[in-house]
């Protein structure tokens, strides 16, 4: 019998508590004697801060403390790649909604009425509103921008955030020896997270002054480091931990309010919790990047890539937040999964006045590859190739590397585009109509994402009665990671899932780990998990070695917890028994653990050139193949997606029900990115900062049929060949979307969303009418 916790469709670890309302997450949280915060925010995109009057707040009934821009020093700056923001605006405001003062009152409504009640005085400046006023506006968003620490070799200058290049080959021979050139604009909007549970903190302060913090993050250490940052403290001073997670898709990795009700805990001198609205989560906290790409590509007459070179602005926002990384990452899928002997991939992020932009689902990615992708089928139509077999003549195979050098530790491209192709229909008669006006047809769209980045670990510990206690500092944020690391230590250590528990992140005890974003938990730290008990593997064949008068190489764990003799599975001692002796007579309390950064170079420089590298070291890719069939009104323009296949190469499927899941939910989310989301400004201000008027895909907009392939190419570094799944299934549902529309009404529109008012603007003028 195969016990073998991999590839077991295992619910998640938390679905009950979830299922019937036990999970606490940071709103339900309640500490004795907490007070409620709340924020005041700048109705300014641009301006001085010349005065604030709090005398009237202080006044009002409950309130117990109230803080500003100056409780912070100005040396305290936070920022992943950018130290240039404060924790409040100091003496300027950069975006309309920044926090500007925060109160902390008995309950929620006086903090709010106490906030309103606050007078500040603004000198208002001209904003800067895009990334092109930004290059050649002489207004500065940022005064001195060159003096902020940076993590690497941004170019920061002005308005300028940072810039990134990457090249390869002779990109001016690739062209001259291209026998055609396309060049294509192409736009991409801002898109609101919108997780179901808002950001928010509870932050607790004891006699000694030391902080205790729960709050809705995508990683505590990332929370330790930027309160720690923005107020001043050494990281000793701050223990941070983590509820369960209403999902974050990036929005809560780096700092929202934490460092906030951090600062009013420590002035009250008493705990503090503050949760945004989901009005104030819209506009105080980031986004998802709109991206200008301009996409040049030389091909010769039979359909082969020659060059590209690609080009992009983003508006960063008034911070530059993630924002560095995510130009770069962009930069480094500008070729796509293709062997393109010749290109340049060159960027800038700008300073605007609007909110900052940061990681989402896909960071950068998912932008360019609607850009990409869009291109690869206007070049095939060009040149009379079918569309797939034009992707088939220059995807990656086999060890062919990725932009840059590196080469991935699998690929299944093949079998993904394969596989969705056969079953889709590809080369059968396009799909029929549902009804008279419409016009219907098939799109097709691949993508790489990487899984492989910065530093993890985890610790593997042994109970007295044999069970274990696994702990890591990653945290599930809904997608189930707790459940897929302990098939990972079950797996290695023969026992089942239900033996083993996992500790929720915790600063103070918990291995560090980046985050859980870019993909990363189940390569990264299903690495780390596994090598740690790896290592308690080898302390149970040490004591069992000796329990048994044998060597330990004649030792193998036996399935349900045991250490048997090797052919002689009678002959054996549980792992309760290796556990009491090892807690009560010999050896000491069974341990493992493990820690590792990724080491592979992004840029390999025998290859490849790079200038303003914030990731010396990404990479890890797996790959994704997406169909779509999307029907089309020929009077409203609205699309509709009726069927989708997504295969994605996951390397190996720890738990295949999670990685269904994962496609399923990325395919969704990139549906709304194509067809519906659009963060709006009337001016400096967001127009539709809720629900009601920012629309997201339901129930009902989600086709009828999802069909998730699941494609395994055993990872060469991956845990029991592993890698990641969050985020590639994502990438490249815009463009299949693009391009169904598309070949249904013969309108290419380079511009996103591709709202029915787009669509049926482009079917009733000229062609390719963006």
Known sequence: MNDSALGRRLPQLGAREKLAGRAQYVADLFRPDMLHGAILASPFAHARIVGCDLSEALAMPGVRAIITGDDFDEAWRMGAFVKDEHALAKDKVRYVGEPVAAVAAETEAQARAAAAAIRIDYDELPAILTPKEALTS??????????????????????????????????????????????????????????????????????????????????????????????????????????????????????????????????????????????????????????????????????????????????????????????????????????????????????????????????????????????????????????????????????????????????????????????????????????????????????????????????VRMLEDGTLVLNTGATDIGQGSDTVLSQLCAETLKIPVDRIAVVSPDTDGSPFNWGTTASRVTFMTGRSVVEAAREVERKLRDHAAEMLECAAVDLELVEGGFVAVKGVSNLRVSFLEIAKRAHWQAGGPILGSHTWVYERPTIDPKRAAAVGLPFPKIGNYSFCAVAVDVEVDEVTGRAEVRRAWSACDVGRAVNPMLVEGQIEGSFVQGMGFALLEEMVWDGPRLANPTLMDYKIPTIKEAPDEIRSIVVESQDVDGPYGAKGAGEVGLVPVAAAIANAVAAATGARIRRLPLTGERILTAITSAPKQD
């Open 138 to 459: 002489d207004l500065l968003v940022h005064e001195h921008p060159e003096r902020y620490f940076k993590t690497f070799d941004s170019g920061t200058a002005g308005n300028l955030c940072s810039r990134t290049e990457f090249a390869e080959g002779d990109i001016e021979a690739g062209f001259a020896a291209s026998d055609l050139i396309f060049e294509n604009h192409f736009h991409t909007q801002a898109q609101a997270h919108v997780a179901m549970e808002p950001c928010g903190a509870l932050a607790e302060v004891d006699t000694s002054g030391r902080l205790t913090l729960w709050s809705a993050n995508q990683s505590v250490f990332r929370v330790q480091a930027c309160v720690s940052e923005a107020l001043g403290l050494p990281m000793s001073r701050l223990r941070c931990l983590t509820p369960w997670i209403g999902g974050g898709f990036g929005n809560k990795m780096e700092a929202h309010v934490q460092p906030i009700v951090a600062a009013l805990a420590l002035k009250a001198r008493r705990s503090v919790k503050l949760i945004l609205t989901r009005e104030e989560d819209f506009e105080m906290v980031r986004a998802r990047h709109p991206f200008s790409i301009r996409i040049r590509t030389g091909v010769t007459r039979d359909g082969m890539l020659v060059a590209r070179e690609v080009e992009v602005l983003l508006d960063g926002g008034a911070y530059a937040d993630d924002s560095p990384g995510v130009l770069a990452f962009s930069l480094l899928c500008g070729r796509g999964p293709y062997r393109i002997p010749h290109v340049r991939c060159h960027g800038r992020v700008m300073y605007t006045n609007k909110l900052r932009f940061g990681a989402f689902r896909g960071f950068g990615n998912a932008q360019m590859t609607f850009a990409t992708e869009s291109q690869m089928d206007e070049i095939a139509g060009a040149l009379g190739i079918d569309p797939v077999d034009m992707r088939l003549r220059n995807m990656m195979k086999g060890k062919d590397p990725w932009f840059g050098g590196q080469v991935p530790g699998s690929n299944g491209l093949l079998e993904c585009v394969e596989r969705v192709r056969d079953e889709c229909g590809w080369q059968a008669s396009p799909p029929a109509p549902t009804k008279p006006g419409r016009r219907r047809a098939l799109g097709f769209a691949l993508a790489g994402h990487q899984s492989g980045l910065l530093g993890t670990g985890a610790i």
